[in-house]
């Protein structure tokens, strides 16, 4: 069910106590980290049988502290800070980068199982985001971005996305839409960086979430950055800075291209 797959290839709140002179870390490195800490998770998938909770905080699953342990181990040993979703702010780098980490987006799928759960990784600096990998676990499908750089499926360029009219678009959602704003069909999948690759690559034409103050950052900005570099505008529904590393800070992300990011941020602003 799950299989590995090795590839080449705003402002940021939330830094005022860190150090902000950029090390000399290309991004090629930075890339090539990012994939061996999602190869790790992928290994560590590979004998794992326990897909049902954690016993620890709400929500948390055995298999997000295996996948969080196996990334952590690889992102510590280059030396490279990480935000987890499940560990907090972990290790000693300058503070020059900093790895933000989902280890499995899509957990609640995963034990179910339905096969919609990946592992995100983006790495942040002053600038923004940097750098990202995404790993579709049960497709075996990975995408990665860097900021200029362009985005990839399983190291093949993704092409530019065009503009949809509403009225055609077929949208992810994350929560329940209380009304529809005129699209022609949504899909609620349940895993928030699965479904902006999505966006990205056009099996969705867009993405809104419904519920409030209910993604982290780990969440989102992996799928944001790979979005971003195929021409797709990413968004909080409210105006705020989607990149932070406040462990405790929520947002509300909408994607789409053009025209329908603006229609799809007025119709989340009303259904408040």
Do not use: K
């Not at 505008?233 to 590393?245: C, I």
């Amino acid at each position: 069910m799950i299989s590995g797959r090795r590839v080449a290839g705003s402002r940021v709140s939330g830094f005022a106590s860190l150090l902000w002179f950029t090390a000399a870390v290309d991004d090629a490195t930075l890339l090539s980290a990012l994939h061996e800490a999602v190869d790790a998770v992928v290994g560590a998938f590979g004998d794992h049988n326990d897909w049902g909770l954690s016993g620890g905080r709400d929500g948390q699953y055995a298999s997000d502290l295996v996948a969080d342990e196996a990334a952590l181990v690889i992102l510590e040993r280059h030396g490279i800070q990480v935000l987890s979703e499940e560990s907090g702010l972990v290790g000693d780098g300058d503070g020059s980068v900093i790895a933000v980490l989902d280890p499995l987006d899509g957990s609640t799928n995963a034990s179910r199982p339905l096969p919609w759960f990946a592992t995100s990784l983006c790495v942040v600096d002053s600038e923004g985001a940097r750098a990202a990998v995404v790993h579709d676990h049960p497709a075996g499908v990975r995408y990665d971005a860097v900021r200029g750089g362009g985005a990839r499926i399983d190291g093949a360029p993704l092409a530019r996305r065009e503009p949809v009219a509403l009225v055609d678009a077929i949208v992810g959602v994350n929560g329940l839409p209380p009304r529809n704003p005129g699209w022609a069909q949504y899909r609620a999948l349940g895993a928030a960086a699965l479904d902006l690759c999505a966006v990205a690559d056009g099996r969705l034409d867009a993405y809104v979430d419904y519920d409030r103050e209910a993604h982290g950052s780990w969440d989102y900005l992996g799928g944001m950055l790979v979005c971003q570099e195929v021409g797709v505008t990413v968004g909080d529904a409210f105006g705020r800075d989607l990149v932070t590393t406040e462990h405790l800070a929520r947002r509300t992300p909408i994607a789409a291209v053009g025209a329908l990011f603006d229609e799809l941020v007025s119709a989340r602003r009303d259904a408040l």
